[in-house]
């Protein structure tokens, strides 16, 4: 008959291997039925053995006890900010700077270029292969102290594929498009406030004082970086994503080495036209000297590396004002309000007119005309107001009111509970 402690170490081996495919490499080989029974037992298990819990077990991502206030981490080697480039010209400017600081005009550099997460810099410090420590990037040099917040992120291995001395693994915690607007969705029909953006509901969920909430946030992270490394050697950038791969971090399928800043350009752009159709919001890209020795020769300025940066695509939200609020006739009669705003660029497009679809937007909202509001773009869909920025309020604004008439023929309007819509009845409307 199998020992307590002997089974018990099996089924986490096996859970951290179906952990691993399933959220690192997105290839599972059991269904979920089978492994909740896996994960079943083991809770079982552990509950009639308390004493043989680990802290690298998988049940511990749950989530422990709710904190006071959340402690410091003091970031050994500084967790560094990222100069920005917005043009192919800048980048090129970059290039020609990193010859001229190593005094070699000639020299080939090759470069890795990474998505750029719209997310919450993180490091998880590993001891002897297991999780010990979680911490967000603060102002550099110390961090706010997440480490049970962290635990729970589904794809965070509690125990590496290998066993380190010391490894501090840095990336960016993240929530998918998907499970934000699920998310919001919720919290919404709940009367609950709701998100602006993922990146906000990201650091949000990483500050839920209570770890079990932030369980069940839908949360993800991507790894791309080391701070303190003991017992593992390193000699390029590409080789860093190969080695936390190995290890069981995941990493974005995106990066990619380029052997040129030709590559590079020609990288970015590709990367601008996925950018709608990836399931994760990305703001831009990093780009970084490949070479580590390289990398140390460049050295760093007072607040960021020479050897790497980041370059900013054209932002997808903006504030500004709505200047008044009108309404359209649709073909089918249903008179829809449309927001008249300050143009604004967004996402390369200067945008004047904005969607607010009907009347139970309008009331989510709580929009008023003159309101300042936070306005979002992406690609070519049309432009929506995520949120009206309360605290900018002077007390001008006004409420809207529905017209009572049809604006295009004078028939009285109707409204239609179910379809949450205000028509025009009239058959013969021009509209």
């Not at 079943?40 to 206030?69: M, Y």
């Not at 719209?118 to 603060?138: F, L, M, N, P, W």
């Not at 890209?285 to 580590?292: L, Y």
Request: proline share 6%; aromatic share 6%; with cysteine.
């Amino acid at each position: 008959m199998t020992a307590p402690a002997d089974r018990i170490e099996k089924l986490r081996e096996e859970i951290r291997e179906h952990n691993h495919r399933y959220y690192v490499l997105d290839d599972p080989v059991i269904s979920d039925v089978e492994y909740d029974e896996l994960m079943r037992e083991l809770i079982r298990l552990e509950a009639a053995h308390p004493d043989l819990v680990t802290p690298d077990s998988p049940t511990q991502k749950v989530g422990a006890a709710p904190i006071e206030e959340f402690g410091t981490v003091e970031h050994e080697v500084p967790m560094l900010s990222l100069g920005n480039l917005t043009s192919e010209a800048e980048l090129r400017e970059w290039e020609e700077q990193l010859r001229n600081h190593l005094k070699e005009p000639d020299l080939d550099i090759a470069y890795v270029i990474e998505p750029k997460l719209d997310g919450v810099a993180v490091a998880a410090i590993y001891e002897d292969g297991v999780y010990a420590v979680g911490a967000t990037r603060g102002d550099g040099t110390r961090g706010e102290d997440i480490t049970e917040q962290l635990k729970t992120v589904p794809s965070l291995p509690l125990r590496l594929r290998k066993s380190p001395a010391r490894f501090e693994a840095r990336g960016e915690a993240f929530i998918p498009i998907a499970g934000f607007a699920a998310l919001n969705r919720r919290l919404s029909e709940a009367g609950e406030k709701t998100y602006a953006n993922p990146r906000n509901l990201t650091s949000g969920s990483l500050k839920q004082k209570d770890p079990g909430a932030t369980a069940e946030r839908p949360l993800d992270v991507f790894f791309y970086s080391v701070g303190i490394v003991e017992g593992v050697g390193i000699g390029s950038q590409w080789e860093l994503l190969e080695t936390l791969a190995e290890l069981g971090l995941r990493t974005s399928d995106l990066s990619v080495r380029c052997a040129t800043i030709d590559e590079v350009a020609a990288r970015l752009l590709e990367l601008q036209e996925m950018r709608d159709d990836l399931p994760f919001e990305i703001d831009g890209a990093v780009i970084k000297v490949d070479d580590r020795a390289l990398q140390d020769r460049l050295g760093e300025r007072s607040r960021s590396p020479r050897w790497a940066t980041a370059y900013k695509f054209a932002a997808r939200q903006g504030t500004t004002k709505l200047e008044d609020i009108l309404v359209s006739v649709g073909r089918t009669g249903a008179l829809t309000p449309v927001g008249v705003l300050e143009p604004v660029p967004i996402g390369g497009v200067t945008v004047s007119r904005v969607t607010l679809h009907n009347k139970d937007e309008i009331e989510r909202l709580g929009v008023r005309v003159g309101d300042t509001v936070l306005v979002q773009r992406a690609g070519d869909v049309i432009p929506k107001v995520v949120k009206v920025i309360e605290d900018r309020r002077t007390g001008k604004e006004r409420e809207f009111t529905w017209p009572e008439t049809c604006p295009e023929c004078g028939t009285p309007v109707r409204e239609d509970e179910e379809a949450v819509a205000i028509y025009c009845p009239n058959i013969a409307c021009p509209a």
